[in-house]
């Protein structure tokens, strides 16, 4: 078994080249993923969470292109791929779960149609073999009668039952990378919680290495082993779930803990991070989050680099909340 990353991303920068001016949607961004394991990509709207999900999968349309980087996907570098190898990738060995499922479904198809085709497009088997495969992961997501549920088209299905289909068919393949773009948003939670237990055992059992993003702490706190933090297309900070979700380094990391409503004690205000997010065309010199920071100081007006703060724990920061008494303020 090979000890080498899944997928190794170095510093990937992917830009719009708008009448504007470059969007630098995602600038400088590196982060490791092994196998078997689940990396949480956290940050609020617009951070270049997705952004940076579809430049792995070679899903950037223009004015969008890759500007910089490596994407080395098991010792490879996809950046450099023909769209045509890409083509023999996607769907088979990385696939994409999409927020919206309708992105994954044909509205004029039935599902049995669309699952067959998928199976047959990577494998040589039978029109018969397929259809079970299909049959068998609807079950997976959860999907009741799915012998029945294979002959309906995606609009006889609920919101959340189509997005279940979608998962069913990144499924398929049982790919060793899942690129997974807030899919369970739409769901009702005992269905999130299903679909995040099975995610987590096909990731054990199969070697299955999974990207999760998420705006969600509380889904990547129980699913996920690393977290890499968003803001601004730039990681702010990188480490294990437990340590930066325990002991976070980053003022912005501390600010989206502490919104979460559940850590709030009874009558007191919601506490909320300042401000808004920076237009990535005109982003402020220096560090990204200094206006919105209630660290911010000097040193700021610099731009940070990503450097290791503590063993093992990398965050973007000049003033990083490094005590204990810091950290549950």
């Known amino acids: 078994m090979t000890s080498a990353p899944t997928l190794e991303v170095r510093n990937l920068q992917t830009h ?6 470059v969007v630098k949607a995602v600038d400088d961004v590196s982060f490791t993923v092994r196998r078997g394991k689940v990396l949480g990509l956290v940050g609020e709207s617009g951070s270049g969470k997705s952004v940076t999900g579809f430049s792995i999968i070679g899903l950037v349309d223009a004015p969008g292109r890759i ?16 769209e045509e190898e890409m083509r023999d990738l996607r769907g088979n060995r990385i696939a994409m779960i999409f927020q919206d499922p309708m992105m994954t479904l044909n509205p004029v198809l039935r599902i049995d149609t669309q699952m067959i085709e998928t199976v047959q497009a990577h ?3 039978s029109h018969e073999a397929a259809r079970q495969r299909a049959r068998d992961t609807l079950g997976m997501v959860g999907i009741p009668s799915p012998d029945e549920r294979l002959k309906a088209y995606p609009h006889q ?19 060793e990378l899942i690129i997974a773009d ?10 999130q919680g299903q679909i995040l237990a099975e995610v987590q055992k096909l990731a054990e059992t199969t070697g299955t290495s999974l990207i999760w993003i998420t705006h969600d702490l509380s ?3 129980g699913l996920a082993d690393d977290i890499a933090v968003m803001y601004a297309g730039r990681i702010v900070e ?9 002991r976070p380094l980053h003022p ?8 979460v409503p559940s850590r709030n004690k009874r009558g007191e205000p919601l506490r909320q991070i300042p401000g808004m997010t920076p237009s990535l065309l005109n982003l402020p010199p220096g560090c990204a989050f200094r206006s919105r920071c209630p660290r911010a100081a000097a040193p700021c007006m610099a731009e940070p680099e990503m450097r290791e703060i503590l063993p093992q724990r990398e965050a973007r920061c000049f003033l990083p909340l490094t005590s204990d008494a810091e950290q549950a303020a």
Do not use: C
């Open 16 to 21: 719009f080249f708008t009448r504007a001016g």
């Open 123 to 125: 494998r040589k088997v």
């Open 219 to 221: 889904v990547v706190a």
């Open 157 to 175: 299905f609920s919101g959340g039952m189509r997005q279940r289909v979608a998962i069913a068919i990144a499924l398929l393949h049982e790919p």
């Open 252 to 259: 912005y990391t501390a600010g989206l803990i502490g919104s």
């Open 182 to 191: 807030e899919p369970t948003t739409a769901l009702d939670v005992t269905i």
């Open 238 to 246: 990188k480490g294990t779930v437990a340590e930066v979700l325990d």
């Open 67 to 82: 500007a910089g980087g490596s994407i080395l996907f098991q010792g490879r570098d996809l950046a450099k791929l023909s």
